[in-house]
């Protein structure tokens, strides 16, 4: 059983950076890939980045890539989103999941987080 808690949404100014965190507990997290999804008002939850166990592979969403960088310190049970240069359209809550790979399918991610709110006005 793993436990997730984001935090770090907020609102800001097109262009700004962001990070997110979500802190893990449960004594199985390291051995989990992490991702980040996203769900905008009315539209579905979308895949954004994703982390291998041991953080040596990453995978993005083509929104992402450029802009985002994924990462995860084991040693602190957590992962993080940095998010650069952000636009109107990356408003959305911003979940943490734990799954078996760093695939983008949400059925592969076991368990999740409650959400954290990110607002970017132009």
């Known amino acids: 059983q793993v436990q997730l808690v984001e935090s770090g949404g907020g609102s800001v100014q097109a262009g700004a950076s962001l990070r997110l965190s979500c802190a893990a507990s449960?004594?199985?997290?390291?051995?989990?890939?992490m991702g980040w999804f996203r769900q905008a008002p009315g539209k579905e939850r979308e895949f954004v980045a994703a982390?291998?166990?041991?953080?040596?592979?990453?995978n993005y969403a083509d929104s992402a890539k450029g802009r985002f960088t994924i990462s995860r310190d084991n040693a602190k049970n957590t992962v993080y989103l940095l998010m650069n240069s952000l636009k109107p359209e990356d408003t959305a809550v911003y979940y943490c999941?734990?799954?078996?790979?760093?695939?983008?399918?949400?059925?592969?991610?076991?368990?999740w987080g409650q959400g954290t709110q990110v607002t970017v006005s132009s």
């Open positions: 999941a734990a799954g078996r790979t760093t695939s983008q399918p949400m059925g592969l991610y076991d368990y």
């Open positions: 982390v291998s166990s041991s953080g040596a592979t990453t």
């Open positions: 449960g004594r199985t997290y390291s051995s989990y890939a």
